[in-house]
């Protein structure tokens, strides 16, 4: 069976309608679908709609509360703290962002932080919409606990995850959005069903060893951080710049996204804004991240390697061709949905 | 010959006086000497006093211009430019720190970039002045290109390194204190020295492939960034953070420090601060922190694994040793620091 294709205004439509039938006000609901959508634009398909069952049946179930509202539980000048009273994550990283961005108009810098929120999709999503202010965007989440500290062999962290968006000139903004894992399950996934090893820094076995073995880190190992001790670092400076901060839930207190879809997550967020004006005028500092670029691009390429990326590129690019000719969506998901918007009595913008 | 040890508060009047003779004021002195014997103290013996013959050889050259003063460029209610007057980089960086600290002790938040200064030293030294405050400390640099772009054949970014400092009530704070790169250099010399094969992670030759034969790579090789496209990222993330926001140097305008010692070596810094108690009491903070400590330590190890260690544990255990027992000074350091001492008209501490 081919592969089906859907403008991105189509399946924003389609998931806006889902979200406003499972109770979310339309606001909520088109800003929830754009997270999603933006997700696949880019690229990113493990954030996009492939979610939008499991975020259906949360919102069912009452793990996702609709409707709630981020309430606003204490300000400094330059920060601020969020209730997300256990809804959409989307919801509540836009009005973190937001915020920021507020503060950081009035004083150069902003820092936000969010607890009783939830799944936060894509976090370039929110980072990014700092750039058209003149900023740098930060935005940060944690997730549950699927990684063991170095030398555990118990998960204690999430795959706590990060992006970062800054305003480039004539490129694209220079976006890194990274999870502090070596490798997301999926590749290690795809690896078991090609009967492949991986390489040993990829994962765990149950007992807290490397393995390349992709049968042993599914059956109950774990993720390695990035690049060892530092990943580990990594993610928990993630961890207590989201969880502990905002006293929210951290570390073995956040539920993963398919655990226990009645009870709230526990996740939390922050995001940050920073003024690029403060520092230099906008122009001059985008015409200095022209000057970081084109070094970078100009950099000869190692032998098997066409060219030179910079962060934000790749995805930029799968954004405009997606754009132009829609976003693709595999079999087994236009089946996932269809019967999803059947339930919910309403049509999906393909045929499964 | 065996190791010589010496107190830290010898050495600290030792590289005090040698920074006095060569032109520093004596604050400035006490403070650039206090860096290195902290990294001595903390077990960091790369960023120790194992500097301090490069910075009296830049100092005497004018790559180090001494007694010029942090230059206050502009400034916003969170956020300060600095110019460091191709000065010292400790001074700069405290200067840049407690800039930091009182802008949040005002607003909540403060970030302070620093332009036209010099090699940063151990980043914790700065991050943990926040903690004093109830802050959360972030320190951060940028350094002379080692590293290619992902895909790439030729150095274009530095080994950048960051430093987070976080109270954590009963422990010592949480430290996490990393560069971007694979490994440090010092490694693979070791495995040259000791003719040892190195990860295929660590290191590329000079034609840009992963090499796991430290000659190859310390022949026109580079380091390779933590975790692949992950770590390269997080280097031009902090080179954006510093070089560019600054108005500084980034990129290959850096230069590393012991290249070109008569010419200022263009590194930028950014140094940012958070006030604790903008979100919650300082104490329940502490507690939240005490909590995940616990969950870190309390996770069984792995095999060959002894214990579970947070961030800045180590480096903590070794100072409260070596405060006790002394620091150890290798032979050929006594040496080169007895010969320093010397020119200066000074006496060593020890003896060679």
Known sequence: MNETKVTAEALLQFCGACFEQLGLPTVDARLTAENLVFANLRGVDSHGVIRLKIYADRL???GFRAGTKPRLVSESESTALLDAGQGIGPVAGVAAMNLAIAKAQKTGAGWVSVKNSNHFGAAAFYALRAVGHGMIGFAATNAGPTMAP??????????????????AGEHPPLVLDMATGAVAWGKIFVAQQEKRKIPT???????GLPTDDPDAAAQGGFIQPLGG???YGLSLLLDVMTGVLSGGGFATQVRTLYQDLGNPSQVAHGCGALRVDAFMPCAEFCRRMEDMIQLLHSCPAAPGSQRIYVPGEIEHQTQQRREAEGIPINPALCVELTALAAELGLTAPFQS
Chains 1, 2 share one sequence.
């Open 60 to 62: 069912r179930a009452g």
């Open 150 to 167: 170095t030398g555990g062999r118990e998960a204690r962290l999430g795959n706590n995850a990060f992006a970062v968006a800054i305003p």
């Open 229 to 231: 001790y530092k990943g």
């Open 201 to 207: 820094t990829w994962a765990l076995d149950k007992s």
